[in-house]
């Protein structure tokens, strides 16, 4: 067993000095977060390549380099001929729900086993910027929430905990430099923002609060958040973990009542009853989750500045998108 990590410095030099990255890969590049993610690589003139399994890359990203296969059947070993410097994780094999779910988890824990393998098995491992979410924290009252709380899984995390194990246990042999970010509630076209609130606002003309609306909820913008793990790549240290977030907290109760400023609607309470009715438990799970979220690495947190500050805004620019698909 390689030598374990030293602990981190919040106030490492590492923090200060850019990383350079010349060739980056991305597994779920077609994703909400990975099509901003790949855009930012590529205006920043790093050579990007994307694993692409069924979905088609957006019209504007001609100029990536294109691998075709899935996460647990790609032939890894093949990366040795261009190996790339950091490789951003945030593929997932779907699936949730009784044994549907069990076998969903068993995949992506030994898919994610034989990654970290044929990486570990490179003449130079590549670092690897693994995107969890702060669901696997748990729930939790009022206290900040930083990265050295426990997990504890909830929600959609207790399936997609299973792909970040092997990487959790890569980061404490050294056996791949691996560093583990975790965005809060990411707010952009197409997140849940559209399917639980613009929707609703749109189809049956109120802003919908989930239960009593008491539950802390942390945000970050999905530009702000793709260009935090750029950075986060680059200026990070190997060995570490940090939470994904942009402001402070605010209760549920708050994001409906700003929703209904803006919009001049009513606000009606759903029951949480109601809500696992119409989605299902994990969508509950969701919305039962409060996690007022924090940082230890206020070095890192200091050389970045977020573009998306106005939270008032960002949702106006959210309610006048396109109409959502009922």
Avoid at 32 to 58: D, Y
Avoid at 105 to 112: I, T
């Amino acid at each position: 067993m390689k030598k374990l990590l030293k602990p981190l410095a919040l106030s490492h030099p590492a923090y200060l000095a850019a990383r350079p990255i010349r060739h980056a890969l991305v597994l779920g590049g077609t994703g909400f977060l990975g099509v901003p993610l790949t855009r930012k690589l590529c205006a920043a003139g790093i050579r990007t390549t994307c694993l692409v399994h069924r979905t088609s890359l957006p019209t504007d990203t001609s100029d990536l380099r294109v691998l075709r296969g899935s996460l647990d059947r790609y032939p890894w070993h093949t990366l040795e001929r261009d190996a790339p410097d950091v490789v951003f994780h945030l593929a997932r094999i779907p699936g949730r729900g009784g044994i549907r779910g069990a076998i969903t988890r068993l995949r992506n824990r030994l898919a994610n086993e034989r990654l970290v393998l044929a990486l570990a098995a490179l003449p130079r491992p590549p670092l690897v910027v693994f995107i969890g979410g702060t669901l696997a924290y748990g729930s939790h009252t009022d206290e900040l929430i930083t990265e050295d709380a426990p997990l504890a899984p909830t929600s959609f995390s207790r399936d997609y905990h299973a792909a970040e194990l092997p990487w959790l246990t890569a980061q404490r042999t050294n056996d791949v430099p691996v560093m583990v970010a975790r965005p809060a509630w990411v707010l952009g076209r197409g997140s849940w923002f559209a399917a639980f609130y613009q929707r609703v606002i749109q189809v049956e003309r109120y802003v919908p609060q989930y239960g009593d609306g008491e539950n802390w909820m942390s945000l970050v913008h999905v530009e702000d958040c793709a260009s935090f793990l750029l950075y986060y790549a680059q200026s990070g240290l190997p060995g570490s973990a940090v939470n994904v977030f942009a402001g402070p907290p605010i209760r549920q109760r708050e994001l409906a009542e700003r929703i209904a400023r803006l919009t001049g609607l009513p606000i009606r309470r759903i029951s949480l009853d109601e809500l696992e009715r119409r989605f299902d438990r994990a969508v509950r799970q969701a919305f039962e989750f409060s996690a007022r979220i924090g940082t230890v690495h206020t070095a890192l947190y200091a050389g970045f500045q977020a573009a998306h500050r106005d939270l008032d805004g960002d949702l106006q620019d959210l309610l006048q998108a396109e109409p959502a698909q009922r």
